[in-house]
């Protein structure tokens, strides 16, 4: 039950319920979110833990984080179909370090477990941050979940190392970094070791536009520690003690950053119970995905060169009249239709999709 409205199902109308049932399984670091407009991206999302039939190994940690604006949802998606204005002002994107652009989705502050600060430049306004209480000398599982609209988050806690144990409900061979980047929907899980003098320290996660201070935060708090903003500062890196950062959306940073980048598949899984289905190798079908904007001001998004349209009838109840309504052979992935796309597959085989 994946709830995507006029899709799998019906939406929920206000003041009506719906009752998931499903297996709780594989264990992890999960999350639900509405897949209607943008509600998601005004706070309809929350944490969903799967864990295991066993006593908890050591006490945990969750922390959502996301990019937030003052705008109603509906006005938020009006405005990246139509262009961003503010004050008769239009909004132009921002970079990445390697000169990606991003969106134009309005970035105005940035809310971990639902609390963050609005600044302007350096001054902020105040407002209250989120405090992870902790006690010293012991070991702590931080969950981290992504559920923002746009900006990935490079994410640290002053003076302390981060061990990487899972990604999106994964194991992984454990990893130590000085921080890591979490894209809009994943999730990581790590470790983190309460050894530093009893204290404040932040937690920073800064996102990877370039030029601008965008900036979420929240507070490591030792027991017995006072009642006080952190003091700490960001891990200086140096050419003799580099920043390992997790999870690069690029190879490397500048030499000058003393920065040196883990990608997502330099990392090693552990031995899994619930193996991939295997074939043999002559029956193994590939099917490829392709992500991209290939519209102006890279909007609209497009999968296979489709911008998704919903269709006339019910995908769930009528799947027979679909084909009346897709997309031609006139659409490829260099084109930008805009219709929706179907892939259709055999029963009982077995295929390898590639995102």
Known sequence: MDGVAFVNQCPIHPGSSFTYRFKAKPKGTFWYHSHVGSQRTMGLYGALIIREKKPMGMKELIAVITDWNHWDSTEVHQRMLYGMYDHRVKFGSTDSLDGSHFSLFRYESGLINGKGRL???????????????????????????AAGALFPFRISIDEHNLTIIASDGYDLKPQTVESLVINPGERYDFIITTDKPVGNYWVRAITLEVNVNHTAEAILRYDTADNMEPESSKKACTQDDKC??????????????NTVCIRFDEFKALPDDDPAPTAPQEQL???????AFPGINWYPGSANGRSFVNPPVSA???????????CGEECTEQTNCHCFGTLDLDHNKVYQIVF
């Not at 079908?285 to 992500?291: A, L, S, T, Y």
């Not at 769930?316 to 897709?326: C, N, R, S, V």
Request: charge should be positive; charged fraction near 20%; hydrophobic fraction near 30%.
């Open 119 to 145: 600044y302007d430049g350096n001054k902020h306004n105040g407002a209250p941050l989120h405090i992870f209480n902790v006690t010293a000398g012991e070991q702590y599982r931080f969950r981290w979940i």
């Open 316 to 326: 769930m109840t009528q799947p027979q009249e679909l084909g009346k309504y897709g």
């Open 285 to 291: 079908q590939e099917r490829f995905i392709n992500f």
């Open 244 to 257: 390992v950062v997790a999870n690069c959306p690029f190879s490397y940073y500048p030499k000058e950053a």
